[in-house]
């Protein structure tokens, strides 16, 4: 993005900036994939209002959303509209962010309607087309050939994101590409995750949460990644997705301090404090440092103290999944 028009949309009030953001992604000259979370984080739920209204303006029209909605021609619409589609994903993957249920309800039902009225986004929580179409042969199968390792054993989940982290920070463009690659085949997988056996299924819980610790997701990526694994534990605790989503969760404890609000939907889920009361205590004591501003203070203790809590918990549910996956793939040996 120039650093004019960068210093431009930091000025200008949300509605305005939202919609100018919208036109220069049409020109590349903004990456609303960044840009949107970016604000997101920083200004929430006021924010996120004004790209409901932008959604709905959309939707169904400025006349029928506000008398003093924005009022556009028929050819800006249609570039507006062209954008709709991020707008929703990104919306859709942050409403973790968001401090209003009245917001994040109205965020659900517009998705839904703006999902039956346009089937073409669908798939807006994926790719926008498919990983063959998108990466050569050998990018996909060398992509695939570590999944493939992994899931019988002869490859660590450890080993796999060193190698994900060795890509993305290489200088060569294809093991850049590989990375993409492994990235977006883990994303694409996740439909897949329900019919997934047991174990397997709790590798790919270990490596999807390894790698937003690691992070190795970002912006739109990572805002995905931590909404799937919120609604995998909202399921009923008997549920092998509940499983899936509780692992993962453990995998990037640690980082929770980053999102005080995601931690609060945590605790929202009712049965998770019966089944993983540990864990859930780990939530309440992160949010609660946080809420004091302990993590700020000049003493730095309570920061050693957070860090040595979420090593133990993190540590002690690392060992017991190695036992687990160890044990497994004893069994399959």
């Keep these: 993005m120039g650093k004019i028009l960068s210093q431009v949309l930091e000025l200008i009030p949300s509605p305005f900036s939202i919609r100018l953001a919208a036109l220069a992604s049409r020109h590349e000259l903004v990456d609303l994939e960044k840009w949107l979370p970016d604000n997101l984080t920083t200004y929430k739920d006021i924010f996120f209002e004004e790209c409901l209204k932008f959604l709905r303006e959309i939707q169904f029209g400025a006349a029928q959303v506000s008398s003093s909605s924005f009022h556009h021609s028929g050819a800006i619409m249609d570039l507006y509209s062209e954008t ?23 965020m659900e039902r517009l998705h839904v309607t703006i999902m039956r009225a346009n089937p073409k986004f669908q798939s807006c929580g994926a790719t926008d087309s498919s990983i063959s179409d998108r990466y050569a042969e050998d990018i996909e199968a060398e992509s695939n050939s ?11 989940v450890d080993a796999v994101v060193l190698k994900l982290s060795q890509f993305k920070e290489s200088s060569e463009k294809r093991e850049q590409l590989i990375y993409e690659c492994m990235i977006a085949n883990l994303f694409e997988e996740c439909k897949f995750f329900p019919k997934y056996p047991e174990r397997q299924l709790r590798i790919a819980a ?19 990644a931590l909404r799937y694994v919120l609604d995998a534990m909202r399921k009923p605790p008997d549920a092998k997705m509940f499983v899936f989503g509780t692992k993962a969760l453990e995998q990037f404890a640690d980082r929770l301090v980053e999102w005080p609000q995601y931690c609060n939907h945590i605790l929202q889920i009712s049965h998770l404090r019966n089944t993983h009361p540990d864990l859930v205590a780990f939530v309440e004591q992160t949010l609660a440092r946080v809420s004091s501003g302990h993590l700020e203070s000049d003493g730095g203790n309570n920061s050693d103290d957070q860090h040595h809590g979420s090593t133990q918990l993190t540590s002690v549910n690392m060992e ?8 497994g793939c004893t069994r399959e040996g």
């Design 146 to 156: 570590y999944f493939l390792q992994m899931y019988s054993c002869q490859l660590t």
């Design 320 to 327: 017991e999944t190695t036992k687990e996956l160890s044990k």
């Design 84 to 106: 709709s589609s991020t707008f929703l994903k990104v919306l859709h993957a942050h409403t973790g962010l968001v401090t209003s249920s009245q917001l994040s309800e109205e």
């Design 206 to 224: 270990v490596l999807f949460g390894s790698v937003i610790s690691h992070q190795l997701v970002t912006h739109l990526s990572l805002g995905i």
